[in-house]
């Protein structure tokens, strides 16, 4: 069940990665100078635009299994996840041998793709499981979750020093939102949700939003390839 909706949603989400991408690309050569760090605004708007991914994620897994788990369909899609999140990986390691992504946004959703295959069964108490997760994600620090080998879980006492980190606490929390509003979506079946919006823009919005792993994957490089053939 694919939703023209959920694909704009996602596509705003594409839409402003992009834009938060190219700035960075453009204060990694230099052109403006930005503190992506430690400056709220660009914080908020990354958390914003992983919140959206996130969501996006929860929602659609909740939709296509909606008659129940399809494997073929869902191993098939964890492989492209992984070969992505490893490309990832590869690719940040050669430009950023010292922060390269060991565990980033791709690397997150594979995981926690798996981790909410029993949630799919609780329906309703998914909101409570959700603000759990957050919650603790949000609140709960120790040093023992500072060892490398644990950094994908998040509650670590410091953020580790890598170009993307989306740890499973509290951003599951997001994804089992994302899942309890798809499977509402889908019980209630609310015209707005499935109606293609005749906004301007939505054309380009659903399109971005149906090709969002393909433009995750291949924007970086054509931005850094464009920035670097310019003069300075």
């Not at 060991?102 to 959703?109: P, Y």
């Not at 644990?150 to 580790?160: E, V």
């Not at 309890?180 to 609310?190: A, F, K, L, N, V």
């Not at 919006?197 to 970086?220: A, F, N, V």
Request: proline share 7%.
């Amino acid at each position: 069940m694919r939703l023209p909706a959920l694909d704009m949603f996602r596509g705003g989400a594409v839409l402003l990665m992009l834009v938060y991408h190219f700035c960075f690309d453009l204060n990694y050569f230099g052109v403006v100078s930005i503190r992506f760090q430690t400056d709220p605004f660009w914080l908020g708007l990354r958390s914003v635009i992983v919140g959206g991914f996130v969501l996006a994620v929860g929602a659609s897994l909740a939709l296509s299994n909606h008659n129940g788990l399809k494997p073929w369909r869902f191993l098939r899609r964890q492989a492209i996840l992984g070969v992505a999140a490893g490309l990832v990986s590869l690719g940040t390691f050669l430009i950023f041998p010292l922060t390269w992504v060991v565990f980033g946004v791709l690397h997150f959703i594979f995981v926690a793709r798996i981790l909410a295959l029993p949630f799919l069964r609780l329906h309703h108490l998914n909101p409570a499981f959700a603000l759990m997760c957050i919650l603790v994600g949000l609140s709960v620090q120790h040093p023992v979750f500072d060892h490398p080998w644990l950094h994908w879980l998040g509650m670590m006492t410091h953020k580790p020093f890598t170009e993307d980190y989306v740890p499973i606490l509290p951003w599951f929390g997001v994804l089992l939102l994302g899942l309890y509003i798809g499977q509402s979506i889908h019980r209630h079946r609310p015209s707005i949700f499935l109606t293609p919006p005749s906004l301007p823009g939505s054309g380009m919005l659903s399109w971005l939003g149906r090709h969002s792993l393909l433009i995750y994957l291949l924007h970086q490089p054509l931005f850094m390839g464009v920035l670097y053939l310019l003069p300075r």
